[in-house]
């Protein structure tokens, strides 16, 4: 379980990043206007809502662990064709597809804790597990500023948040599967 919460922590840090700096990203190298993220955001609560969906669905059919890989794999694709497109069209469709992985990923997350942690240890489970999500979620942020503000550029300084999620499903690939389930 401390291995899945580590892993936990980087790539909820790398999502709170790309979530929390995304609009800054958006403006500043798309230029993007305000009514632009509005329907971006609309687009993203979309997609990642068909994706929590798809998501459960097959959770119950696979496991919470290759849900969350397979997400973050998704993710960390979808954002790095973000950091290599020019076109604000193509950074709508990648971003879109940004908002699919991130509803599975926080959802089967939730699901990996219930179905690892016997009965009469929930509520100290998801205490560890609020908690690694809560400790750290500056550093995602923080990075990513950070970059931008030594190379001069929000494209390398937002592929930071990639690294963290590619340590996090690093860390995750061993962990064992959901035990309780």
């Known amino acids: ?3 899945f919460l580590l892993a936990r922590m980087l790539y909820a840090d790398g999502l709170n990043a790309i979530i929390v700096m995304g609009g800054i990203f958006a403006v500043g190298v798309f230029n993007l206007e ?3 993220l509005l329907i971006l955001s ?5 997609t990642a809502t068909i994706g929590a ?3 459960g669905f097959f959770n119950d059919k696979i496991s919470s662990k290759k849900i969350i890989i397979i997400s973050l ?7 790095t064709l973000i950091l290599l497109v020019e076109s604000k069209f193509l950074f709508f469709i990648f971003a879109s597809i ?3 992985f991130i509803g599975p990923i926080q959802s089967a997350s939730r699901v990996f804790v219930t179905r690892s942690i016997d009965i009469l240890n929930q ?3 998801f205490g560890l597990f609020a908690l690694s999500g809560k400790l750290t979620s500056f550093i995602g942020p923080l990075l990513v500023s950070t970059i931008t503000f030594l190379t001069n550029s929000q494209r390398i300084g937002f592929s930071t948040a990639l690294i963290l999620l590619v340590l996090g499903l690093i860390i995750l690939l061993k ?3 959901d035990f309780y389930s």
């Not at 609309?42 to 979309?46: A, E, Q, S, T």
């Not at 794999?73 to 954002?79: A, M, T, V």
């Open 123 to 125: 509520s100290s489970g």
């Open 1 to 3: 379980m401390g291995k």
């Open 34 to 36: 305000i009514k632009d």
């Open 98 to 100: 940004n908002g699919f």
């Open 175 to 177: 962990v064992k599967d």
């Open 42 to 46: 609309i687009f993203m609560n979309i």
């Open 53 to 55: 969906v798809i998501g």
């Open 73 to 79: 794999i998704g993710l960390i694709i979808s954002s």
